[in-house]
């Protein structure tokens, strides 16, 4: 665990509203205390490259073009077209692992590329 990302994180505004009031209590107990809200750091703007699941989409689609189907060895590595690396291997397993979690429109995508597993 990154203790200063927690720190941080506690001293957010929405987070320290949230805690019951014997968390604030101790966190004051040993000086910690909520930002002001002036400078809470505003959430990072994306800089318009692909987002991790985008990019391991595009690994899968790419793949399945060159080799005709999607069994892909765990271990194998596909270098997408904007030269990132997917560990497409791993990222299928952990998606299939993960799939409840899936928002409808990243499971459509999925199944746009033919993967549709069975409810695990």
């Known amino acids: 665990m990154d203790v200063g990302r927690w720190l941080a ?3 957010q505004h ?3 509203t949230g805690l019951m009031d014997k ?3 101790f966190l004051e107990a040993i000086g ?3 930002l002001p809200p002036e400078q809470e750091a505003a959430a990072k703007p ?3 490259g692909l987002s991790a699941f985008e990019r391991g989409v595009e ?3 790419q793949y399945k073009v060159r080799e005709g189907h999607l069994t892909v060895p765990r271990g194998h590595v596909e270098t997408i ?3 990132m690396s997917v560990r497409l291997g791993v990222f299928l397993s952990n998606t299939k692992t993960r799939q409840a979690k899936l928002t409808a429109d990243k499971l459509q995508a999925l199944a746009d590329l033919g993967l549709e597993w069975a409810a695990a």
């Open 59 to 61: 690994a899968p689609r």
């Open 81 to 83: 077209a904007d030269g």
């Open 23 to 25: 968390q604030r209590e």
């Open 14 to 16: 929405t987070v320290w």
């Open 46 to 48: 994306r800089k318009g």
């Open 9 to 11: 994180k506690q001293r």
């Open 32 to 34: 910690v205390v909520p």
